[in-house]
Nanobody
Framework: QVQFAESGGGLVQAGGSLRLSCAAS????????IGWYRQVPGNQRELVAR???????NYADSVKGRFTISRDNAKNTVYLQMNSLKPEDTAVYYC????????????WGQGTQVTVSS
């Protein structure tokens, strides 16, 4: 069973950048597509970026052109480079293996808080 640990969040001013990391346990990590999700209290968790096992990427319209997802299978880690951050990017960010819509296959980690000040 793969488990996830997210890190790299913090407080940043609008226009700034952050790089999130998702460290995964388990030897089967490389076969999974991995997604980055975010959740604001009271709202549904949404998938913002996805990377396939082969490295193909997809992004939500709200982050396209600003966020970049990548993976290093040798390190069992997926990254989310976030540039040109906006206050509306403020959320707790999670990683997981995407299923349908905004759902995921595996247990959720603790997430990492990203706060963008205006």
């Amino acid at each position: 069973q793969v488990q996830f640990a997210e890190s790299g969040g913090g407080l940043v001013q609008a226009g700034g950048s952050l790089r999130l990391s998702c460290a995964a346990s388990g030897s089967t990590f490389s076969i999974f597509a991995i997604g980055w999700y975010r959740q604001v209290p009271g709202n549904q968790r949404e998938l913002v970026a996805r990377i396939s096992s082969g490295g193909n990427t997809n992004y939500a319209d709200s982050v396209k052109g600003r966020f970049t997802i990548s993976r290093d299978n040798a390190k069992n880690t997926v990254y989310l480079q976030m540039n040109s951050l906006k206050p509306e990017d403020t959320a707790v960010y999670y990683c997981n293996a995407p299923s349908l819509g905004n759902s995921a296959f595996l247990a959720w980690g603790q997430g990492t808080q990203v706060t963008v000040s205006s």
